[in-house]
């Protein structure tokens, strides 16, 4: 179990092409949806956490309920929420992994700032 965080824009289109397969049954929307989850995960436009206690939030003194707390219309952050989220985080260190990991989920909120937002499934 987890959060799992992705750039709004391509979410939506990675979920269209699910929608399709779904309906459609056609096998080659189920590959392009499978080959652009793998391009966002290439690109640092998926983020992934645990809700273990090694996750990033909690290292950060926060949770992700709070992260909850902006999230506007099912699952959707707007990109003005994320550049919040961003000032947060930014102000927050940590070390070794956990630091790795916060400059990671940074580049991530750029892109979702970018991106129309961050699509959370939390």
Excluded: Q
Aim: hydrophobic share 35%.
């Amino acid at each position: 179990m987890g959060a799992d965080l992705y750039v709004y824009d391509k979410y939506m289109k990675m979920h269209k092409l699910y929608e399709k397969y779904y309906k459609t049954k056609d096998e080659k929307y189920l590959k392009m949806a499978e080959e652009m989850f793998a391009e966002m995960v290439r690109n640092n436009e998926y983020f992934r956490d645990s809700y273990t206690p090694c996750n990033l939030m909690s290292n950060l003194g926060l949770s992700y309920l709070w992260l909850l707390e902006f999230v506007e219309d099912e699952g959707h952050i707007s990109p003005e929420n994320c550049r919040k989220i961003l000032e947060v985080v930014e102000e927050r260190k940590a070390w070794g992994y956990i630091e790795e990991k916060r400059k990671r989920f940074i580049e991530f909120l750029k892109k979702c700032i970018d991106g129309g937002g961050m699509y959370a499934s939390i």
